[in-house]
């Protein structure tokens, strides 16, 4: 059984670019849940999928766009990006069950826009 | 809107001393609360949820639902304990599903 991973575990983008960050579920997770941590902040909830659909989104702007494929894996994009986009970007995956399943998370991505 | 407040930044404890970090909430509905635990160089990870009403490395949680608190707390600190602590909150409805995260605690263990 393989954990989650995501790529690239860095990267730095110029302001006005596109990005797309990957994130791989642990094996037989079929929720994938997507966080932005500034620095000295929690993790904020962007946006869940399950079976391909997004299933909720928090307080972000369209820009910030994701996908989930047949096998569970998944992308955050986000366009036209702003300095404040520079943050650790967290993947986490879980068993479909809300409060009641745990949430696996990645390493994460380290976005530095500027 | 639900928020999860951690008053204290940096939290530093000599080994065997009692540990209480503090998480406070605020949401409308029935609350769901976890802490989360991110270890140095590893990843972000769940120590214990309140509706298990379990122990975990000798952490406890009790949700006060008068004072919306889940304080965690151990009565001896261990110097493995150090790292970083997260209260959360689940939260479901307003085309939203997911876990509100407060700012964190950074636990320091003194030998």
């Known amino acids: 059984e393989t954990g989650v991973t995501q790529s690239p575990t860095h990267l730095i983008k110029t302001r006005g670019q596109q990005v797309t960050l990957r994130c791989s579920s642990q094996?037989?997770?079929?929720?994938v849940s997507w966080y932005q941590q500034a620095l000295g902040q929690g993790p904020q909830f962007i946006f869940q999928y399950y079976r391909e659909e997004e299933n909720g989104r928090g307080n972000f702007p369209p820009r910030f766009s994701g996908l989930q494929f047949p096998n569970y894996s998944s992308e955050l994009n986000v366009n036209a990006l702003e300095l404040d986009d520079s943050a650790l970007y967290l993947c986490?995956?879980?068993?479909?069950?809300?409060?009641?399943?745990?949430?696996?998370f990645g390493q994460g991505t380290r976005l530095t826009v500027v | 809107a639900q928020r999860v407040t951690q008053p204290e930044k940096l939290l530093s404890v000599f080994k065997g001393a009692p540990v209480e970090l503090k998480c406070n909430y605020s949401y409308s509905g029935s609350p769901e609360l976890f802490w989360y635990v991110q270890y140095s160089r590893q990843r972000l990870q769940l120590l214990l949820r309140?509706?298990s009403r379990e122990s975990i490395k000798g952490f406890t949680a009790d949700l006060n639902k008068g004072e919306t608190s889940f304080h965690l707390k151990k009565p001896f600190a261990q110097e493995e304990d150090s790292a970083m602590y997260y209260c959360?909150?689940?939260?479901?409805?307003?085309?939203?599903?997911?876990?509100?995260f407060g700012k964190g605690t950074h636990l320091i263990i003194q030998p």
């Open positions: 986490a995956s879980s068993l479909p069950g809300g409060m009641n399943t745990e949430a696996f």
């Open positions: 309140h509706i």
């Open positions: 959360a909150l689940y939260y479901s409805g307003g085309g939203a599903d997911g876990l509100t």
């Open positions: 094996s037989g997770h079929n929720t």
